[in-house]
């Protein structure tokens, strides 16, 4: 049997960069309160001409550069994403148009901020059974759109940005285990209503969020599946390299380290600089942390998330 193993990374965020001190401006709140109470102190922001293809693609590219792949080469794209550019063809077809690949599976997933843990979970399925040999996994999302600004609740919280990695088939693993989960009984505790009828938006097309319960819930369940992850592996949290977490608050993050007993030193953070950018926040934590040199190859990686649905997961790997 093959594995999957990832063979390069790429990020890309907006250039416009959003303060809490801006935000101060707009509704009340505070740089303290932000910082304190979410981890967070800038986000970025797409610019009114910028599409959530441009964002991928340019995360994209920089994968495939790293990956040393050409677009043509690639069997397999997969998109997560909460803000497609259309409702359709999918973003992954628009995004296969501009890299100029013709005849690979495309196809976007719709799992909000674990949209990429099950992005990649699927390409590492069909890598698996040996129908894909290369694929390209993106999280991708200008939730910005999506946002009230003038809801303190949710605005401070999200910012714009794309990740993406190139996964091949390898005769050693690569993407060790996946387990990912949903309940669409919590359905309504983090929802967008709206949908489109006869040409109209119908319901509410912003973000609306029970904050704390989503706390509640995201510190639960993500304690249990990263347990989950690493029983399936016969692992402890000794094996753990480096925990590459979805980034939406830094309180969450530090609970699910804290569940780990991993020092904070041993955890990528970016929400700080990020906020939570939905798909796209881990594989921009993962392509900055390869990047910068803290992530090695040969190291093993905990991914995990929760979202949206409710869906949640965990993914182990070696990178
Ligand atoms: O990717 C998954 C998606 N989302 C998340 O993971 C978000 C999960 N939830 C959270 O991160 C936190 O619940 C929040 C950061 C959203 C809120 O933090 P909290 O500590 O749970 O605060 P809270 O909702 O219990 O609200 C505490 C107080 C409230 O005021 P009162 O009722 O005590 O007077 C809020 O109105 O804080 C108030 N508040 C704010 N104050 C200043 C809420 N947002 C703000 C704000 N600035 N931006």
Redesign the pocket.
Known sequence: MSYSRIRGTGGYLPEKILTNAE?EKW????DQ??VE??GIRTRHIAADDQDTCDLAEMAALRALESAKVSASELDFIVLGTTTPDRIHPSTACLLQARLGNHGAIAFDVQA??SGFLYALSIADKFIKTGEVKRALVVGVDIYSRLVNWTD??????FGDGAGAVVLEASTTPGIMSTHLHADGAYKDM?TVPARVVQGRLKGEGFTK?Q??E??KF?VNVLSEVVQEALTANQLDHNAIDWLVP?Q??I??ISAAAKKLKLPMERVVVTVSEHG?T?AASIPLALDVAVRDGRIQRGQTLLLE????GFTWGAILVKY
């Open positions: 935000l509704v009340d709140t505070s309160w932000i109470r979410t909000v901020c303190r609740n949710t605005c401070v919280l983090l969020m904050g704390n989503v706390f995201a979805h939406a608050n309180r969450i939570n939905s998330a929760v979202g949206g």
